[in-house]
Nanobody
Framework: QVQLLESGGGLVQPGGSLRLSCAAS????????MGWYRQAPGKQRESVAT???????HYADSVKGRFTISRDNVKNMMYLQMNSLQPEDTAVYYC???????????WGQGTQVTVSS
């Protein structure tokens, strides 16, 4: 069982920035594929960005060039730096992990990001 805890959400004006953090439990974080998903009101949950065990990253087209995913395997942390935020980025953001070599998927409880003037 892996526990994930997101933090860093909040209210920001259009054009602003936020950094989300995800803290993961366990002693083998370096073997966790990680990612961020989001769910806006009335919409399906969608992938925002992923980072593999090897550090390869992938972004949704809607956030390319604005968001950056990263990980710190020493601190068991994953981050999402979000710049140039727009109202359409408003959603609950979830941390997700799939430990390497397993079919297990674990979700955090989510953190709200609201972009509004």
């Amino acid at each position: 069982q892996v526990q994930l805890l997101e933090s860093g959400g909040g209210l920001v004006q259009p054009g602003g920035s936020l950094r989300l953090s995800c803290a993961a439990s366990g002693s083998t974080f370096n073997l966790y594929n990680m990612g961020w998903y989001r769910q806006a009101p009335g919409k399906q949950r969608e992938s925002v960005a992923t980072i593999t065990v090897g550090g390869s990253t992938h972004y949704a087209d809607s956030v390319k060039g604005r968001f950056t995913i990263s990980r710190d395997n020493v601190k068991n942390m994953m981050y999402l730096q979000m710049n140039s935020l727009q109202p359409e980025d408003t959603a609950v953001y979830y941390c997700i992990t799939n430990p390497l070599g397993t079919t297990n998927i674990y979700w955090g409880q989510g953190t709200q990001v609201t972009v509004s003037s």
